[in-house]
Nanobody
Framework: QLQAFGGGLVQDGGSLRLSCAASGRPISGFTMGWFRQAPGKEREFVAASSRGGGSTDYADPVKGRFTIFRDNAKNTVYLQMNSLKPEDTAVYYC???????????????????WGKGSQVTVSS
């Protein structure tokens, strides 16, 4: 089970950190990712972290602003979001994928677990 939290309302240019805590199974066996879905839009990939955290990947719109990192000992993955923009407003979801290639999570298909979303709203 995955539970994301840490969302909220922030002004343009502000920062937020999302956390996703896992229970039941250790995240060390999973690629962990973040996705988001804005109103009226499809869910999109945001960031991914390989099992050990040594490899990461980001969607172009968030590169240089967002950072995904994980603490396997705490069974938690994080998304640090800086320089937030109104277009970052969305519900953010964490995901866990057991496939070996960490990039496989990007399509959002075949994911083993999805967390409940956390709303992020960036005001202009």
């Amino acid at each position: 089970q995955l539970q994301a939290f840490g969302g909220g309302l922030v002004q343009d240019g502000g920062s937020l950190r999302l956390s996703c805590a896992a229970s039941g199974r250790p995240i060390s066996g999973f690629t962990m990712g973040w996705f988001r879905q804005a109103p009226g839009k499809e869910r999109e990939f945001v960031a991914a972290s390989s099992r050990g955290g040594g490899s990461t990947d980001y969607a172009d719109p968030v590169k240089g602003r967002f950072t995904i990192f994980r603490d396997n000992a705490k069974n938690t993955v994080y998304l640090q979001m800086n320089s937030l923009k109104p277009e970052d407003t969305a519900v953010y979801y964490c995901a866990a994928d057991s496939r070996g290639n960490y990039l496989a999570i990007k399509g959002g298909f075949g994911v083993d677990y999805w967390g409940k979303g956390s709303q992020v709203t960036v005001s202009s």
